[in-house]
Structures are given as C-alpha cells and as structure tokens.
C-alpha cells in the first residue's frame, strides 16, 4: 500500500522557520522525483520545489528561493521541506508527491497546514 505522510505543519510567526517531513512507504523511494506542493484558500495548487531522486538536482518556484530547501534520505524514504523565513502568504496545506522517473505513477500525501501568523 502506497503511502505519503506529510508531517511537521503548525502555526508559526512570520520570520520563523518549520521543517516538513514526508515519510513515503509502498513503493521504491529512491526512484522518484520528489515535489512539495502547497494550495492556499481560494487559490491553485503551486509547485513548490523538486528534488530528483539522486538528490543532486533541485529546483524551486521564484517565491521559495532562497527561504526554502528541499531534501531527502533515500535510506529513510523521507523528503523533507525546510522552510525559513516565513511569510504570511506562506500560509497554506502542503503536499508531498511523488513521481516515477518514467513518469507513469504519481502519488500524494494528504497535506499537512502552515499557518504564519503574529
């Protein structure tokens, strides 16, 4: 059974920092690209950052640059986000997911809530 669990979201104020785990179970980790996801209210789902599955490529969207890493473990079969710096239009739910190099299965995480507030 294919599973991504997002973990590591809360309530935080702006200029802080959270760091999100995504543990994945089910399928071979180490061969997917990995992405973190986020959707605000009212708005579309956005690509956030990409890691490939060596872990030696990654890119960002122009709004993470700089304020965020993505990572991951393949012996652990987790990718984490860590994010720094945050920004009240940080505030969103933000998925993991999962693509095969060859790009036929996706799978996603549930989601788990960033809210940056004072």
């Known amino acids: 059974q294919v599973q991504l669990v997002e973990s590591g979201g809360g309530l935080v104020q702006p200029g802080g920092s959270l760091r999100l785990p995504c543990a994945a179970s089910g399928f071979t980790f180490s061969n997917y690209i990995m992405k973190w996801f986020r959707q605000a209210p009212g708005k579309e789902r956005e690509l956030v950052a990409t890691i490939m599955p060596s872990g030696g490529s990654t890119a960002y969207a122009y709004s993470a640059k700089g304020r965020f890493t993505i990572s991951r473990d393949n012996a652990k079969n987790t990718v984490y986000l860590q994010m720094n710096s945050l920004k009240a239009e940080d505030t969103a739910v933000y998925y993991c997911?999962?693509?095969?190099?060859?790009?036929?299965?996706?799978?996603w995480g549930q989601g788990t809530q960033v809210t940056v507030s004072s």
């Open positions: 997911h999962a693509r095969s190099s060859g790009g036929n299965w996706v799978y």
